[in-house]
Structures are given as structure tokens and as C-alpha cells.
């Protein structure tokens, strides 16, 4: 194949699928079923109008807020709004190409790619604190102080999960992990010190999203949105997208680190791929384009399952638990979830190789053929 065609499949790849466009489209999705599952847990209906049982509302609610009138205080930092608005929306679809969507490696991927996903997460955290900041207003600065004191509380967790399994994998590189489950047919998950990591890592997610118990720097009974309530219209817009986008980026990781990525059947029946090479083969054996399309819409939706369950999973404990005070998560963050991430650690490196050889071989020899 010529240089500029792989060089055109990559520019596509990264603007259509599986980059831009199908980011923010399973973004929008999983907001949809956010939305619609929040609602039927507390006996509601949810968005039902816009589009087939309200689909498209996600989609209509960013367009509407996109024609709406862009209002800048005098007193702000324009240009540091603006900044603050465009980067919240560019870092979260970056850091989202590196997550593997059509295979066990994501558009970016390179040895060490997991510290430089560490980096733009810490980055997109620190954006909040910004973003609140060049506001200038005294009714955003409550919100915003408390989005910077839960800064270290959550970003803490998430780095020390992903060192976690970094460190059980001896992999640095988000496809050495998929890889690494793939060859051990099983997900890194299947061991209790790496599940509690994956519980760790979902409750650091749902803090960073800021969303209940955790919706502390937005709380709309007590400061009136926080940090973003000088924010409208275009800058909104993109605030309101961002937060879907990592939405389905803490999701999409969790899914590589812990659940084996897009990788299904196969994980435990390796001959499943060749399944669905032969497959595709007998329904179209002029060429390899259609082996190629096969596997990649299986691997698509693979992820889409994965992620939008555990978008489910959050959406639950939106549901079901209350705000929580500043202090309280404060509290619970150093005193509980960042000495038992420490401790896990520690038993992960003695504990693991016993139970991987005692609890698991049984399993592998009735699914690994």
C-alpha cells in the first residue's frame, strides 16, 4: 500500500472512526442512556421526544446551548475563558485516541503512553481550578476552591489504580495491558486486589466527573453551578461535552486496564478470531477488506458494551447516594481510599501470582481451547 494512502486512512481514522466522530458520538449515547436510566431508577421517564425515545435530546441540548448568546463578564479574563473552554474539549478527545476501540492498540500508541494519560488527566482536573478562576466572579470562587481541594483527592486514586496494573502487567503501554489479558486469557480484573482497584477507579472517575455523591463544586441547592456559572452559550456547550467525553474516557480506560479492552470471546476462545476471519471469508472470498470490517465493527461494539455498562454502573451510584460536604469526601479520600489503594499495592505484589495459580488454572481449562 502507498505511503499517502496510509497516511489518508489515518487522517480519516482519526477525524471519523474511530476518532472524533465516533467519540463524541458514543459521548452523546451514553449521556442518552445516563440520562434515561438515571430517570428510571428515580420513577421518571427521561428524555422521550427528540429522536427515537429521546436519543438525539443530548444532541439537541449541545446545539441548542451552541446558538445560544456567548456572555462574557467585564471583569473576566476573556481570553482565558475562551482557553479554558477550547482545551477542556481538545485534551479529552486526545487523551481518547489513545484508547483501543477497533483493536488491542488506539490511533497513539507508543511505550509509556499510560504516564503521558496520567499527565492529561491531571491537566483536565487542573482545568476546572482555571476555568473557574479567569471568571472572576465571588459566587464561582466557592466552587471553584472546592474543585481545587478535591483535585489531589481523586487524582491520587486514579494514578495509583493505574500504576497498579502498569505494575501488575509489567506493561507501561496501554496495548501491552490488553495484550497482556489477551495472552493470559482473563482480564486483569479477575483478582480481588485488581477489582478493588476497578471500584477505586470508578469512584475517582465519578469525582472527577463531578457528578453525586461528588457533585460538591457544582451543587445547584448550595452555590448556584459553581466554578461555570458565568459560563454560556458556545464555552458551555463545550464544558457540557467535555464532561460526556471523559465520561467515556474514564470508562474506555477502566474497559483497557481492567476488562481487556475491546477484546471479547476471544480473551477465552482463541480460536474465535479465526471464527470470524473464516466467517467473513465464505460471505465475501473475493478479498480481506470485508475480514477487516468485520473485526472492527465486533471490536467497536465490544467496547460500546463495555463502556456504556459501566457508564450504567455510575449512573446507579448517581442515583442512589446523596452529596456528600467538602469535608466529608475530603475525609473518606485520605483517611480510606488512598491508604487501601497504598495497601493494595503492597498485597498485589505478594498475594497475586498465589491466587492467579491456585483460583485460576481450573477456570482456564474449562474455557481455553
Same mark, same amino acid.
Given at each position: ?34 440520562? +434515561? ?12 421526544? =427528540?429522536?427515537? /425515545? ?9 446545539? +441548542? ?38 483493536? =488491542? ?106 457528578? @453525586? ?18 459560563? @454560556?452559550? /458556545? +464555552? ?5 461535552? @467535555? ?62 458494551? +463495555? ?27 485520605? /483517611? ?34
Amino acid at each position: 500500500m502507498q505511503e499517502w494512502v496510509i497516511w489518508l486512512l489515518t487522517i480519516l481514522g482519526i477525524i471519523f472512526f474511530p476518532g472524533i466522530g465516533f467519540c463524541i458520538s458514543i459521548a452523546l449515547f451514553d449521556e442518552w442512556i445516563d440520562r +434515561k436510566f438515571y430517570a428510571a431508577l428515580q420513577d421518571r421517564i427521561g428524555p422521550l421526544h =427528540t429522536g427515537f /425515545k429521546g436519543i438525539l435530546q443530548p444532541l439537541a441540548d449541545f446545539l +441548542k446551548l451552541m446558538a445560544n448568546e456567548d456572555i462574557e463578564p467585564e471583569a473576566a479574563d476573556r481570553w482565558g475563558m475562551r482557553f479554558t473552554a477550547v482545551l477542556s474539549l481538545t485534551l479529552p478527545l486526545l487523551a481518547l485516541l489513545f484508547v483501543p476501540i477497533v483493536g =488491542t492498540r488506539g490511533i497513539i500508541s507508543f511505550e509509556g503512553d499510560i504516564l503521558l494519560l496520567a499527565f492529561i488527566t491531571t491537566i483536565i482536573a487542573v482545568l476546572i481550578y482555571l476555568a473557574g478562576w479567569f471568571s472572576a466572579n465571588r459566587l464561582a470562587m466557592p466552587g471553584t476552591m472546592r474543585a481545587a481541594s478535591q483535585l489531589l483527592s481523586y487524582e491520587i486514586p486514579i494514578l495509583l489504580a493505574m500504576f497498579a496494573v502498569a505494575l501488575r502487567t509489567s506493561e507501561f503501554s496501554i496495548a501491552g495491558i490488553v495484550n497482556w489479558q489477551l495472552d493470559a486469557h482473563r482480564p486483569v480484573m479477575f483478582s480481588l486486589p485488581m477489582f478493588c482497584f476497578l471500584l477505586i477507579f470508578l469512584l475517582s472517575t465519578q469525582a472527577e466527573l463531578e457528578r @453525586s455523591p461528588f457533585d460538591i463544586p457544582t451543587a445547584e441547592t448550595e452555590i448556584v453551578g459553581g466554578w461555570e456559572v458565568e459560563y @454560556s452559550g /458556545k +464555552k458551555l456547550a463545550f464544558f457540557r461535552l @467535555s464532561t460526556d467525553l471523559q465520561m467515556v474516557y474514564g470508562a474506555g480506560i477502566a474497559t483497557a486496564l481492567f476488562l481487556g479492552g475491546p477484546v471479547g470471546v476471544e480473551m477465552w476462545i482463541p480460536s474465535f478470531s479465526n471464527w470470524l476471519a473464516t466467517g467473513a471469508s465464505l460471505a465475501n472470498p473475493t478479498g480481506l477488506v470485508w475480514v477487516a470490517a468485520i473485526r472492527i465493527g465486533y471490536y467497536a461494539l465490544m467496547f460500546a458494551i +463495555k463502556t456504556t455498562l459501566l457508564v450504567i454502573a455510575l449512573s446507579i451510584v448517581r442515583a442512589l447516594m446523596a452529596r456528600l460536604r467538602i469535608e466529608q469526601f475530603l475525609e473518606f479520600s485520605w /483517611k480510606w481510599v488512598i491508604p487501601v489503594s497504598l495497601g493494595l499495592i503492597i498485597v498485589s505484589l505478594f498475594w497475586i501470582p498465589w491466587l492467579d495459580g491456585v483460583l485460576w488454572n481450573r477456570w482456564e481449562g474449562l474455557f481455553v481451547t
